[in-house]
């Protein structure tokens, strides 16, 4: 293919994302409408507009936006505290402070209008200017539009967000964190979905261990775009993660941006700094052998953990032949130390053998063990034994036979 025929397919597909198509518009002048000029500080004017759709437009179809764009000029500057008043058929739809328009040589005001609102044959929209302190003149140009379209829809509550697996998790473990946008509406959009910070910027706090963090690309009508990433945290208590923003173009080709809730994650102390447990060499034991055991003793927390007590619990009838090291000087994160011990019954049955850890954390502390069943049944007759009886079995039934021949 030509490249630039590619280039040309490129420009085309571009178009279509970033500019819904136009179902149907008509200017305020194309309706007989001039102007409205409100002039002086603090103010208020309002206009009219009755309009109808025409009848070979479904402006009730789920793929129709219905949308009042309104042209503005505030002068001398645009000031802070100008707001305009919508209403359709008398019902309100917003008010709208200058942080809603988009401005570069003139202002637009991009109105959604409800369409529970709408009636099928005549509709009037009222619009209101309200002066303030240091907007002194505001205009409504003629050049304001009423029309239907098809746009990108990432306005319901839940189209972005970011949600993550558990919000307490343990210092030192992973969790997973997705970022989801899914577009409602008719037609597609380029769109870049990142967080407002780079995340590098908080690698004092937790790490990115895996997955994707930013994604750039078009969202289809009805598609929802979903990328996770995992973290680790690096320090105990709340941590918040930058928001979550999402920049595309309107159906006018106005560059956008909304931004998801911010993600709140609780890092604690685990309930157990050491976790200790007996390991068993075999499920069987027999009475009167020795079994060899082992004691595992893992330090669950991110410090340090010194002067450990060993202690065994073991029940009547049990002994220990090898007692295991009742002291371990010093055991580092997420470290584990075995020790070797053995025991030995006399008389068949379960034994549960416990144990207890104490360490020095801030305060001298306690942490026991579940307790492990040992078994033991009593010993099998070898079958040299059995072998030797049947040989003795034998010679005496031979024996006797002889004699009884004499």
């Given at each position: 293919?030509?490249?630039?025929?590619?280039?040309?397919?490129?420009?085309?597909?571009?178009?279509?994302?970033?500019?819904?198509?136009?179902?149907?518009?008509?200017?305020?002048?194309?309706?007989?409408?001039?102007?409205?000029?409100?002039?002086?500080?603090?103010?208020?004017?309002?206009?009219?507009?009755?309009?109808?759709?025409?009848?070979?437009?479904?402006?009730?179809?789920?793929?129709?936006?219905?949308?009042?764009?309104?042209?503005?000029?505030?002068?001398?500057?645009?000031?802070?505290?100008?707001?305009?008043?919508?209403?359709?058929?008398?019902?309100?739809?917003?008010?709208?402070?200058?942080?809603?328009?988009?401005?570069?040589?003139?202002?637009?005001?991009?109105?959604?209008?409800?369409?529970?609102?709408?009636?099928?044959?005549?509709?009037?929209?009222?619009?209101?200017?309200?002066?303030?302190?240091?907007?002194s003149e505001s205009v409504l140009g003629k050049e304001s539009m009423?029309?239907i379209y098809h746009t990108v829809d990432f306005f319901r509550e839940?189209?972005?967000?970011?949600?993550?697996?558990?919000?307490?998790?343990?210092?030192?473990?992973?969790?997973?964190?997705?970022?989801?946008?899914?577009?409602?509406?008719?037609?597609?959009?380029?769109?870049?979905?990142?967080?407002?910070?780079?995340?590098?910027?908080?690698?004092?706090?937790?790490?990115?261990?895996?997955?994707?963090?930013?994604?750039?690309?078009?969202?289809?009508?009805?598609?929802?775009?979903?990328?996770?990433?995992?973290?680790?945290?690096?320090?105990?208590?709340?941590?918040?993660?930058?928001?979550?923003?999402?920049?595309?173009?309107?159906?006018?080709?106005e560059p956008q941006q909304r931004f998801g809730k911010m993600v709140?994650?609780?890092?604690?102390?685990?309930?157990?700094?050491?976790?200790?447990?007996?390991?068993?060499?075999?499920?069987?034991?027999?009475?009167?052998?020795?079994?060899?055991?082992?004691?595992?003793?893992?330090?669950?927390?991110?410090?340090?953990?010194?002067?450990?007590?060993?202690?065994?619990?073991?029940?009547?009838?049990?002994?220990?032949?090898?007692?295991?090291?009742?002291?371990?000087?010093?055991?580092?994160?997420?470290?584990?130390?075995?020790?070797?011990?053995?025991?030995?019954?006399?008389?068949?049955?379960?034994?549960?053998?416990?144990?207890?850890?104490?360490?020095?954390?801030?305060?001298?502390?306690?942490?026991?063990?579940?307790?492990?069943?040992?078994?033991?049944?009593?010993?099998?007759?070898?079958?040299?034994?059995?072998?030797?009886?049947?040989?003795?079995?034998?010679?005496?039934?031979?024996?006797?036979?002889?004699?009884?021949?004499?």
């Open positions: 293919m030509n490249k630039w025929h590619l280039v040309f397919l490129l420009l085309i597909l571009f178009a279509n994302s970033a500019f819904g198509a136009m179902v149907f518009e008509r200017s305020f002048g194309e309706m007989g409408h001039d102007a409205l000029v409100v002039e002086g500080p603090g103010e208020r004017a309002c206009l009219e507009i009755p309009f109808v759709f025409p009848q070979d437009v479904n402006f009730m179809a789920g793929e129709n936006y219905p949308i009042a764009s309104l042209q503005l000029q505030l002068l001398p500057v645009r000031g802070k505290n100008f707001y305009v008043d919508v209403k359709l058929n008398d019902e309100n739809v917003g008010t709208f402070f200058t942080e809603s328009f988009f401005c570069q040589e003139e202002c637009w005001l991009r109105v959604f209008l409800p369409k529970e609102l709408l009636e099928e044959v005549e509709n009037e929209l009222k619009v209101c200017l309200k002066n303030s302190a240091d907007v009423i029309g839940d189209a972005f967000e970011e949600t993550v697996e558990r919000s307490e998790i343990v210092i030192g473990e992973k969790v997973k964190i997705t970022m989801l946008l899914h577009n409602d509406g008719s037609a597609s959009s380029f769109v870049e979905m990142k967080h407002a910070r780079a995340l590098a910027e908080d690698k004092e706090a937790f790490v990115v261990v895996d997955g994707n963090t930013y994604f750039k690309g078009f969202v289809k009508p009805g598609e929802t775009v979903a990328i996770t990433y995992t973290i680790k945290p690096r320090v105990l208590g709340p941590i918040s993660l930058p928001p979550a923003i999402v920049y595309y173009s309107n159906e006018f080709g709140t994650i609780n890092v604690k102390e685990p309930e157990r700094k050491v976790n200790a447990f007996v390991v068993k060499e075999s499920e069987i034991n027999r009475v009167g052998t020795t079994t060899q055991l082992q004691l595992a003793v893992k330090n669950n927390g991110r410090d340090p953990l010194f002067n450990l007590g060993i202690h065994l619990t073991l029940p009547e009838g049990l002994s220990l032949i090898e007692e295991p090291d009742g002291l371990i000087d010093v055991l580092q994160p997420d470290e584990t130390r075995y020790l070797d011990f053995s025991a030995r019954a006399l008389q068949p049955g379960e034994y549960k053998i416990g144990c207890s850890v104490t360490y020095i954390d801030l305060n001298a502390s306690e942490s026991k063990c579940e307790q492990l069943t040992l078994l033991f049944e009593e010993q099998e007759i070898p079958a040299e034994l059995w072998i030797g009886l049947a040989l003795v079995i034998i010679a005496v039934v031979v024996y006797l036979y002889i004699q009884s021949g004499k």
